[in-house]
């Protein structure tokens, strides 16, 4: 039974930094892509970066793109969302996600096929 527990998220200033974590338990995490979704209040939940298991290739979203950083340490079966120039919209439920359908782990930005999800963390960037 695959398990996903977030954590790391918390409130911080615009301009701040938060590391995000993802650790993975019932399975272990080499065979699997973790992506990173966020919802806001009001709006729908968007996936925002993935790494995949296939070669560690990784992919993020335009909003995100050289301000977030994912990385994955197996031997920890821990995936990780550095997230660093924190703006206000960037205020939302963050959560971790895998999925059971093989292709996702060639090709991670597949969102819809993300099957197994972690309760999430929430992150607020205000002053």
């Known amino acids: 039974q695959v398990q996903l527990v977030e954590s790391g998220g918390g409130l911080v200033q615009p301009g701040g930094s938060l590391r995000l974590s993802c650790e993975m338990s019932?399975?272990?995490?080499?065979?699997?892509?973790i992506g990173w979704f966020r919802q806001a209040p009001g709006k729908e939940r968007e996936g925002i970066s993935c790494i995949s298991s296939s070669d560690g290739s990784t992919y993020y979203t335009d909003s995100v793109k050289g301000r977030f950083t994912i990385s994955r340490d197996n031997a920890k079966n821990t995936v990780y969302l550095q997230m660093n120039s924190l703006k206000p919209e960037d205020t939302a439920v963050y959560f971790c996600?895998?999925?059971?359908?093989?292709?996702?782990?060639?090709?991670?930005?597949?969102?819809?096929?993300?099957?197994?999800w972690g309760q999430g963390t929430q992150v607020t960037v205000s002053s």
């Open positions: 019932g399975v272990t995490l080499d065979y699997y892509a």
């Open positions: 996600a895998t999925s059971s359908w093989e292709r996702v782990n060639f090709y991670c930005s597949g969102w819809n096929l993300y099957n197994h």
